[in-house]
């Protein structure tokens, strides 16, 4: 079937089309090379976490030039562990921003301690390094900066802010990967870093996480806590006991990967550089295909990092639209084009303003922004034509509801 285009993307636009089939606002791209080799994990006997976890490791953390990588079950688990390494006590502080997913605020409460938000930059989307500066007291322990759509955060800023204060940094880069501040990969910078493999995720192991870091004893802490506390030289010490000795050290987790999805990591590894070029090439397209609207804010790209480009979220300037967002959503929609919205700032939740009194005006900068804010699909599956198809579809929304 062929469809009438409206590209080149002009103000007037040509004959109205909606693209015939609905394009999903994600799907993985898996080939056979990963669907073999989870196969060959199936058929080897050994289904979790074993030699293949351990060359996905070592290919990470060469990937990013990290010292070490910890593989784990999510990127939740790897915030749980990372937070869980810091030792926290009741009424210590971790800065992080509202302007995330809730895993990231979460894993916090876990170990026991207070998530204090600082406002993010307006035009970014990442924490405010004023903002962290304003909110430390005594019992801050560390700072928690999400890398907010693959775009790295003030990094400069606040790991100064770090030292001074003496604090630890755990980035979440559960949008990173691949992401460089200046001449630094995203993993190689906090003292614990932390990227997800979620299915949506740049690359993807089904479920799956991994943690970054060059201190040893926090990759010690992180692989014995990751299983059950359990240390893995113990039989080595009492080897007249036999491989089946144990010792646990301390009430660990369960949060270790499998070699399942490790198998699907090897493959996803390989062509991280490839995905993230169509990634690029692809916002690269929506920037120029959108510039001219005045209605629409595109994302910020600032000089001297790479943007990781796992999303691409627009913002309606307030006043210049007879719709709102959520009318926005639905209008592309109707025209067959998936979206979805990072993210409800945490202190927009019920938990939080229940938990800690929060009020959209505590934080005004990440309220705004998410009323305004949708991510538009972007992902290495997509062709060009995809691409076109959403510009096309926003710029007639936008045309059709001028104010
Ligand atoms: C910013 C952020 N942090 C953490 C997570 C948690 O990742 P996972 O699903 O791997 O646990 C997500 C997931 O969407 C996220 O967007």
Not at 157 to 176: F, K, Q, S
Not at 281 to 289: I, K, M, Q, S
């Amino acid at each position: 079937m062929t469809r009438q285009r409206s590209s080149p993307h002009s103000p007037v636009a040509a004959a109205d089309t909606v693209r015939p089939d609905p394009l999903p606002f994600h799907r993985p791209w898996i080939d056979e090379e990963e669907i073999a080799e989870v196969a060959d994990t199936l058929r080897s006997g050994w289904l979790t976490m074993g030699p293949k976890t351990l060359r996905f490791e070592e290919a990470f953390a060469a990937y990013v030039g990290a010292r070490h990588a910890v593989a784990v079950s999510s990127a939740t688990a790897g915030l749980h562990l990372a937070v869980d390494a810091l030792d926290l006590a009741p009424g210590d502080e971790v800065i992080t921003s509202p302007y995330t997913f809730t895993a990231t605020a979460a894993v916090v409460l876990h170990a026991g301690a207070r998530p204090v938000f600082a406002d993010v930059l307006a035009d970014t989307l990442t924490i405010d390094p004023a903002e962290v500066a304003r909110r430390i007291t005594p019992r801050t322990r560390a700072i928690l900066p999400v890398h907010m759509a693959g775009l790295p955060c003030a990094m400069d800023e606040l790991l100064a802010i770090a030292d001074r204060h003496r604090l630890a940094v755990i980035d979440d880069a559960a949008h990173a990967l691949p992401a460089r501040w200046g001449d630094r990969m995203i993993g190689t910078l906090g003292d614990l870093t932390v990227f997800s493999f979620y299915a949506g995720k740049n690359i993807t192991t089904g479920e799956g996480g991994m943690i970054t870091t060059a201190r040893e004893d926090f990759a010690a802490r992180l692989r014995t806590r990751r299983l059950h506390g359990i240390s893995r030289d113990a039989w080595k010490r009492y080897s007249t006991q036999g491989s089946w000795y144990y010792e646990v050290e301390s009430p660990g987790f369960k949060y270790n990967m499998t070699d399942i999805n490790a198998a699907l990591g090897l493959h996803q590894l390989r062509k991280a550089d490839r995905f993230h070029a169509l990634r690029a090439r692809y916002a690269a397209l929506y920037r120029t295909g959108l510039a001219d609207l005045d209605e629409i804010q595109l994302p910020a790209e600032p000089e001297g990092v790479q943007h990781a480009w796992h999303l691409f979220v627009i913002r309606l300037r307030p006043g210049r639209l007879r719709i709102d967002r959520d009318a926005f959503v639905e209008a592309l929609r109707a025209r067959n084009i998936g979206t979805s919205v990072h993210f409800i700032p945490l202190h927009l939740q019920p938990y939080y303003r229940r938990a800690f009194g929060y009020t959209p005006d505590d934080f005004p900068r990440a309220t705004a922004a998410y009323r305004g804010a949708l991510s538009l699909p972007l992902y290495p599956r997509m062709s060009e034509d995809d691409v076109h198809d959403v510009i096309d579809a926003v710029r007639r929304i936008v045309q059709e509801n001028r104010r």
